[in-house]
């Protein structure tokens, strides 16, 4: 039973986290068609800009996550503006923007390299301590993680399905033009779905960091497993990659206590393969009908 909970306690912990990162990643799929591979990198800035900002002031938790999800919030727009909006009505827009993403997270992590160095610091907006459920000790961090990740990730399913920003959000979604005769800004809520994927990505990073540290890589390997747990529940799908985030994650720490934690992710690769021969378009993705 110690085992069990232990390992349900570390799936949910990182559950939580990979579920912020992929909702975020899907949501732009969903509703722009592009895969964003600066995404990483907008949780790595959200960490920085807390640890920055801590520095100074010493901000609680709180403040912290506050402050995460400006600063993703703040790149994400950026991006919009700066970037992706010149190039959604390109031919091969699909393959421009994979590079042009590139091209930004690269840029970003040697900014990010340059002032602050390459040595890793540590996150100073955390909760320290522990308690013990059964035999098993669970720090508060975890818990932490896993209430701010269900009110976030609670708060935009209400965003998408009880608001006009939400219906809005999945008119252009499921059909850009015919949204935009029925009188729906897209420009508008492309620029609101960018920024609202990265302040979901900026908390991720902050969360990731407390448990890790800060470095101007740590956002690599949660892209990665984002869009895993994406293509695993169908691509643009966010509903979806919130439950397969967990459930993968559950799987990834089984496979760790029992056989080593190298073996995880090789797993999580396992299952894609598995997934995409069984259900090419994922566990949750439909086939989208198109009228002539």
């Not at 993703?72 to 909006?85: D, S, W």
């Not at 994650?249 to 934690?261: D, K, P, T």
């Amino acid at each position: 039973m110690e085992i069990l909970i232990q390992i349900f306690v570390t799936g949910l912990t990182l559950g939580s986290m990979y579920a912020l990162a992929a909702v975020g990643l899907s949501l732009i799929y969903g509703t722009l068609g592009m895969f964003n591979m600066a995404h990483g990198m907008f949780m790595t800035l959200g960490a920085y800009a807390v640890f920055s900002l801590a520095s100074v002031f010493g901000v609680p938790l709180i403040l912290g996550v506050l402050a995460a999800m400006v600063a993703g919030a703040v790149i994400g727009m950026l991006t919009h503006l700066l970037i992706v909006r010149f190039m959604l009505n390109s031919p091969d827009f699909e393959t421009n923007i994979l590079v042009a993403t590139a091209g930004l997270g690269i840029l970003l992590e040697d900014l990010i390299l340059k002032i602050y160095g390459g040595y890793p610091y540590p996150q100073p907006v955390k909760i320290e301590g522990t308690f013990s459920v059964g035999e098993v000790n669970v720090t508060y961090q975890a818990l932490v993680i896993l209430l701010i990740a269900i009110v976030c990730i609670g708060s935009v399913a209400w965003l998408l399905l009880k608001t006009r920003f939400g219906r809005a959000i999945r008119a252009t979604a499921m059909n850009r033009d015919a949204a935009r005769l029925m009188g729906v800004r897209t420009n508008t809520v492309y620029l609101q779905v960018m920024a609202l994927a990265g302040a979901l990505a900026g908390v991720a990073g902050l969360m990731i960091s407390t448990l890790a540290t800060l470095s101007p890589q740590m956002g690599g390997d949660p892209l990665l497993k984002a869009f895993v747990i994406c293509v695993v529940a169908g691509l643009g799908n966010v509903w979806g990659a919130g439950i397969c985030a967990i459930g993968l994650a559950l799987i990834e720490s089984a496979i760790g206590f029992y056989f080593g934690v190298r073996f995880g992710f090789p797993t999580m690769l396992m299952l894609v393969i598995i997934v995409l021969i069984w259900r090419p378009l994922g566990l949750f993705g439909k086939e989208k009908v198109v009228r002539l």
